[in-house]
């Protein structure tokens, strides 16, 4: 009875200690169910190719290329990232590669597992990178770099390689996976809106805001004044201030004529 009790024990003793083990371990995101294959990638952040977490990606592009995807994040959520490069030929060397995360004011976040700047060698077939995204929160400081909703960016590219494997044709997967159920957030805050950039910077304004006839007609007269405290200003006074001390410099050094 007592050696039943003793195993019982180490039973549950091994069970405590594995279970933060699994709890921490990095799940690995899975296709949605009749998710569309993404064919296409970006070559910057405006031109970023839209997908959704669980919607898988595969593009052929050539080494060296820049290849950006933008996808949507929601507070509470915590995002999986998974690419796959093959190389279909053989290469010269040794390449390293990188994948990087913004958010939608083009902050680099921070992954907090997986293999986000691996290198593999010369015989390689393929190389995995991952990135794990901090949970995503409803409110932050201004100053802080936190995750925010809004708009996110994935960066692909390879920061070193041999120069003849420049331009060698290669084949990205990628996918996204989102992990809602964390629970609810601690902070006592919310975001006005999405961290979403402006991709229609310029455009021209079709209203123009009203102003009083009082004030347009003070405009007329005095807008063609300039400010009181700008350069012309200054430039006029020592103008004048300069003239009439040469004046009076002439003045005071000038010899009266004998008669």
């Known amino acids: 009875m007592r050696t039943l009790l003793r195993s019982a024990a180490a039973l549950v003793a091994a069970g405590l200690t594995l279970a933060p083990a699994a709890a921490s371990a990095d799940p690995t995101p899975t296709p949605s169910p009749g998710a569309a294959t993404v064919t296409k990638a970006g070559t910057s ?32 959520q915590i995002h999986q990232l998974t690419a796959t490069v093959t190389f279909p030929k053989g290469r010269s060397g040794a390449s390293t590669w990188t994948v990087d995360v913004f958010d939608g004011l083009r902050r680099r976040q921070a992954c907090t597992a997986g293999a986000q700047t691996p290198t593999v060698d010369a015989a390689a077939t393929s190389v995995t990178l991952g990135c794990t995204l901090r949970r995503v929160r409803p409110w932050a400081e201004p100053w802080s770099a936190d995750p925010l909703p809004g708009t996110y960016y994935v960066r692909l590219s390879v920061v070193d390689l041999p120069e003849p494997d420049l331009g060698l044709p290669i084949d ?72 009439v001390a040469g004046v009076v410099g002439f003045a005071l050094t000038r010899r009266p004529r004998r008669p």
């Open 45 to 76: 952040f405006l031109t970023a190719t839209a997908i959704t977490a669980g919607q898988p990606v595969r593009v052929a592009a050539s080494t060296g290329d820049h290849l950006y995807w933008a996808f949507p994040a929601e507070a509470g």
């Open 172 to 243: 990205v997967d990628l996918l996204v996976g989102a992990d809602g159920e964390g629970g609810a957030s601690g902070d006592d805050g919310e975001l006005a809106a999405p961290l979403v950039p402006n991709s229609r910077a310029g455009t021209v304004l079709t209203t123009q805001p009203t102003a009083e006839p009082l004030a347009e007609e003070e405009t007329s007269l005095t807008g063609w004044l300039p400010e009181p405290g700008s350069r012309w200003v200054w430039t006029t006074v020592g103008g004048v201030l300069a003239a």
